[in-house]
């Protein structure tokens, strides 16, 4: 397959490059920047007049849903919405059921994902058995397998000698773990953030505390054992400085944020939206303004959609019932580039957080576009205004707390290893 | 920066009038105003005791209780029943939701078998709102109480009460004493006392039964109850949960009755002429001494009346169209 991407501004965060450019793909890699090969006859020319070409993008959390979650989603359905959101890597938590925690697993999944169309599919495998915090998987295995890191998903990690023990025995691989910092036993009951909204609605809440106190541990484990940790979802900002001072010390550590953290606070859980029920949840206002420092200031490394898609039934429950999590891959670029445009950063440098940043945490080779590299792009319109509903989301999950608004900037061809999985 | 639309407040009508009771959280005084005088119309001024009137004739009020409260639900009923209204009375708990029907579902049901109103007991906050969203647009809602969220016409009967015995609201000082972070009571108290332009409201309770940023709703937070209740015209006592005595947030129910339980020496700390209110049941003993409880300043027994009262007001006012 060939193609001619015609006069679309090509934009790779990278390398800086923002110019008007034709790019010639073929055999899965970009062949031609501005200039084709010799004697190149495309089998298809796309007109990206108007479009962004950049780098397909890279999610450090996308839930499939399979094995075990069928009634929210399917792997066909959310690689499918995935392709839709301009990504073309992703990693997926081991928060299945059963988790994935069994090289059996890991190769079922792998090897169902490569025969559909979609995204490239990077397992996390589950830190111990089960998640369940006690027994430790077989990281070597998994690896083998194709896991490229290791996690416990949302679920607590109460003991701390297991948790000293998982960085060790990763340290040995050189394995990197990613660990989202939340208590065992703060906020175990809570649903919002322990804020204004939560004090007056009589939610369930969840201190700052709840990750501060699991982030300090992490740090001080991290700093005894030298392992590779990246920090999946903060919230706060007390969280987010206690980073940015490791990161200082040169401890060996990168974090990232949901998106919808980037742009929401817990003022938006105060009509009981269960759309709005996130974990971590939304904290306060100046939480969220600290979230968008550390972006700017490259305390945080990327941006990922924590993609979350959960059925109807699941939502339509009084707030502290409902199942958290909002649909994400479809939201992603046009939320970055909504945060940019607020934060008044040039699309080249938003861009970066959602492709060659992520794909640095998950040391794959995408991200970038350059002659020779993967011919992974997203084609995407900037101007394009859309609305969200049900209907305009491929992804099963329609829980967004954007139901109903407008955004800016809409995919309209994903290309993955050279193939055009996706068109609008 | 925009955040996301809020619908609009699901409690009023597009004219601005009564559709369902499901928070006092930013209902306008003008309706709290409405609702305590339709009440006092209730009341027979020479007897004090409730008029049996016939303004819902034909009107099917559905309590539906996914949590258990014979008190509550005794009130309702009795009120419902004054206004001449046919009641159903339903124990959720019991029965669909643990056949696996969602809260949703039962309600659907409920609503085919030609229900007007109704009054919802819940222990999630929000149920009510939940459900205020779902129904069709004739059916009105009253939250009987939805987690630790609200209890409005537990709020409203205070408020007929203090108003009854205290004059004005905006003329008063007033503490509420014991465990704010778990009561749906306090907030609806808290909301009323403020919206009705009460200057001074207190909440006086250990840390671990206070939400943090507490300030944020408009009150003073005092930690010892003798400072907390000095000088005010009423003390709102809180019930203190059983479940609750022993544990990580307190450490016994015999320390909490010596720091924060209302005794005769206590209560000294207040106006003389203060009044003690309490939403029962009450434990004597825990938060509340015997002594005080059965004293000439509580008017425990004159809330329930008043409950009565200012619940027929709330149906009417949804149902009876608005009088």
Same mark, same amino acid.
């Given at each position: 397959m060939k193609v001619h991407i015609r006069n679309g501004r090509v934009i790779d965060p990278a390398s800086g490059l923002d110019q008007t450019r034709d790019i010639f793909v073929a055999a899965g890699h970009?062949?031609?920047?501005?200039q084709g090969p010799d004697g190149f006859h495309p089998n298809q020319v796309i007109d990206a007049t108007g479009l962004v070409v950049c780098p397909g993008l890279v999610d450090l959390a996308v839930r499939l849903r399979e094995p075990g979650g069928e009634h929210m989603a399917t792997l066909e359905s959310e690689m499918h919405a995935a392709a839709a959101g301009g990504i073309t890597s992703l990693a997926c938590p081991p928060d299945t059921d059963p988790p994935l925690d069994e090289p059996g697993l890991i190769e079922m999944l792998k090897f169902r994902a490569k025969h559909m169309p979609g995204p490239r599919v990077y397992p996390v495998g589950a830190l111990t058995w089960k998640l369940q915090g006690e027994r430790l998987t077989e990281l070597a295995e998994l690896n083998e397998a194709g896991c490229i890191a290791f996690s416990q998903?949302?679920?607590?990690?109460?003991?701390t000698e297991v948790l000293l023990r998982a960085l060790e025995y990763a340290r040995t691989f050189d394995l990197p773990v990613w660990l989202h910092p939340?208590?065992?036993?703060?906020?175990?009951?809570?649903?919002?953030?322990?804020g204004v909204v939560a004090a007056r609605l009589g939610l369930p809440a969840i201190p700052v505390p709840a990750e501060t106190v699991a982030l300090s541990t992490i740090l001080l484990l991290v700093r005894e054992t030298g392992a590779r940790v990246h920090l999946a979802r903060l919230s706060s900002r007390a969280g987010m400085e206690m980073v940015r001072r490791a990161k200082h010390d040169g401890l060996p550590v990168t974090c990232d944020v949901g998106i919808h953290h980037v742009h929401l606070s817990e003022m938006d859980t105060a009509d009981f939206n269960?759309?709005?029920?996130?974990v971590p949840p939304l904290r306060s206002l100046r939480d969220r303004d600290a979230l968008r420092q550390g972006l700017l200031d490259g305390t945080i490394d990327a941006i990922c959609s924590d993609h979350a898609p959960v059925d109807e039934d699941a939502k339509q429950l009084p707030f502290q019932e409902s199942e958290p999590g909002a649909t994400g891959v479809e939201l992603l670029l046009p939320l970055t580039l909504k945060w940019a445009r607020e934060a008044g950063l040039p699309m080249v440098e938003a861009l970066g957080l959602i492709t060659h940043r992520p794909a640095e945490i998950l040391g794959i080779p995408a991200g970038y576009l350059r002659l020779?590299?993967?011919?992974d792009l997203c084609l995407f319109d900037p101007e394009a205004a859309w609305t969200v509903t049900p209907a305009s989301?491929?992804?099963?999950?329609?829980?967004?707390?954007?139901?109903g608004l407008e955004l800016q900037g809409r995919v309209r061809y994903t290309l993955i290893d050279g193939h055009l999985d996706f068109k609008r | 920066m925009m955040s996301l639309r809020m619908t609009p407040n699901?409690?009023?009508?597009?004219?601005?009038? %009564? !559709?369902?009771?499901?928070?006092?959280?930013?209902?306008?005084a003008r309706i709290l105003h409405q609702i305590l005088d339709t009440a006092e119309s209730f009341?027979?001024?020479?007897?004090g005791e409730v008029k049996k009137v016939?303004? %819902? !004739?034909?009107v099917a009020i559905f309590n539906i209780f996914f949590e258990n409260s014979t008190r509550t639900r005794t009130t309702f009923e009795i009120a419902a029943k004054r206004l001449s209204a046919d009641v159903v009375n339903l124990n959720i708990g019991t029965s669909s939701q643990s056949k696996g029907e969602t809260l949703l579902d039962t309600v659907d049901n409920l609503a085919a078998m030609?229900?007007?109103?109704f009054v919802v007991r819940h222990s999630a906050a929000g149920a009510a709102h939940l459900i205020a969203r779902h129904v069709a647009p004739h059916i009105r809602v009253v939250n009987a109480g939805d987690g630790r969220a609200a209890h409005p016409t537990q709020g409203l009967l205070d408020m007929y009460t203090l108003r009854h015995f205290?004059?004005?609201?905006?003329?008063l000082r007033v503490a509420i004493v014991g465990?704010?972070?778990?009561s749906r009571v306090a907030r609806s108290q808290i909301h009323a006392l403020t919206t009705l332009g009460c200057p001074e409201v207190r909440v006086v309770a250990p840390r671990t039964l206070l939400p943090r940023?507490?300030?944020?709703?408009?009150v003073h937070v005092y930690e010892r109850l003798e400072e907390g209740i000095r000088g005010v015209d009423a003390v709102l006592m809180l019930r203190l949960q059983n479940e609750r005595m022993q544990g990580a947030r307190l450490p016994s129910a015999g320390e909490y009755y010596k720091r924060w339980g209302l005794t005769p020496e206590k209560l000294?700390?207040?106006?003389?002429?203060a009044i003690v209110l309490h939403p029962g049941p009450m434990n004597r003993g825990v938060e509340i001494d015997s002594e005080v409880a059965d004293g000439?300043?509580?008017v425990i027994l004159p809330q329930v009346t008043y409950g009565i009262a200012v619940r027929m007001a709330v149906m009417s006012l949804l149902a009876g169209g608005q009088t």
């Open positions: 970009v062949v031609g920047l501005g998903a949302d679920a607590r990690l109460e003991n939340q208590d065992a036993f703060i906020g175990r009951n809570g649903v919002a953030h322990d269960a759309n709005c029920h996130l020779g590299g993967p011919a989301l491929a992804s099963l999950g329609k829980n967004s707390p954007y139901l | 699901p409690q009023l009508t597009e004219d601005g009038r %009564l !559709r369902h009771l499901l928070t006092l959280d930013g209902l306008p009341i027979n001024a020479d007897t016939p303004l %819902l !004739r034909g030609q229900a007007n109103m205290k004059g004005p609201i905006h003329n465990d704010v972070l778990h940023d507490m300030q944020s709703m408009g000294k700390y207040a106006r003389p002429d000439k300043q509580a």
